[in-house]
């Protein structure tokens, strides 16, 4: 099954069609039987962070569900909810499969946006249309997080017209660093590539010197704050 049809079996849309897509479906509705209060406030706040990104930014050709992906991590990294934990290694980065799989049905049930997904035969893209009370998510949004919403405004901007493949490099560079900086005191930029590099074969598609450069722009704009020593 692929991605698309995945995220419709989830969403309830279609039927499994094997054991193993019934077992996702199974694992996505624990999941949502097991959040408690305190989890349903914090699904809810991660929702209201991914309303803001797709406000700000479903207008730009650049912006896709890879790309929303990516940000999504930034952003709660920039909004300090320290959930990296939620995240698996993907090929295309961190990535929160349960939650990704539930925005777009959050965001139906909201009437904040509705995600149109086309198929040109070679590849799924998602646009992001808004409906009639996107406006609601923005109280919540100041609620939640007004005192970090600079950041997050600043982490935003900063992707704007950044291209999907370079996002990624970014996110998967992010990942990489705080696993390093939980480890050591100093980090060398040759770990930093090279964990950048096992993380999976696909990033082998991506030149060392592209990397480097992505992981230079960061420090420059200050995404991280502990730099790599020599």
């Known amino acids: 099954m692929d991605d698309f049809e995945k995220?419709?079996?989830?969403?309830?849309?279609?039927?499994?069609?094997?054991?193993?897509?019934?077992?996702?479906?199974?694992?996505?509705?624990?999941?949502?039987?097991?959040?408690?209060?305190?989890?349903?406030?914090?699904?809810?706040?991660?929702?209201?962070?991914?309303?803001?990104?797709?406000?700000?930014?479903?207008?730009?050709?650049?912006?896709?569900?890879?790309?929303?992906?990516?940000?999504?991590y930034l952003c709660e990294h920039a909004a300090q909810m320290n959930l990296q934990e939620r995240y698996s290694k993907q090929v295309a980065g961190p990535f929160d499969n349960k939650f990704m799989h539930s925005i777009e049905t959050e965001f139906k049930n909201n009437r904040w946006f509705e995600v149109e997904k086309t198929n040109d035969g070679k590849i799924f893209r998602s646009?992001?249309?808004?409906?009639?009370?996107?406006?609601?998510?923005?109280?919540?949004?100041?609620?939640?997080?007004?005192?970090?919403?600079?950041t997050i405004f600043y982490i935003i901007?900063?992707?704007?017209?950044?291209?999907?493949?370079?996002?990624?490099?970014?996110?998967?560079?992010?990942?990489?660093?705080?696993?390093?900086?939980?480890i050591s005191d100093s980090i060398s930029r040759k770990e930093l590539i090279n964990r950048f590099y096992e993380w999976s074969e696909a990033k082998k598609r991506?030149?060392?010197?592209?990397v480097v450069l992505v992981w230079e722009w960061m420090l420059e704009k200050e995404i991280v704050s502990y730099p790599c020593v020599p």
Do not use: W
């Open 157 to 182: 901007d900063l992707f704007r017209s950044i291209k999907t493949d370079r996002t990624e490099i970014a996110a998967t560079l992010y990942s990489c660093h705080l696993e390093l900086r939980d």
């Open 7 to 72: 995220g419709l079996m989830l969403a309830g849309l279609i039927l499994p069609n094997s054991v193993a897509d019934i077992n996702d479906r199974l694992q996505l509705e624990q999941y949502e039987k097991e959040l408690n209060n305190e989890k349903r406030i914090l699904y809810f706040k991660r929702v209201v962070l991914a309303a803001a990104i797709a406000d700000q930014l479903y207008q730009e050709s650049t912006f896709g569900r890879v790309k929303f992906q990516k940000l999504v």
């Open 206 to 210: 991506f030149d060392e010197s592209t």
């Open 127 to 150: 646009k992001y249309k808004p409906l009639e009370k996107v406006e609601q998510y923005k109280s919540y949004f100041e609620s939640y997080f007004g005192p970090n919403k600079t």
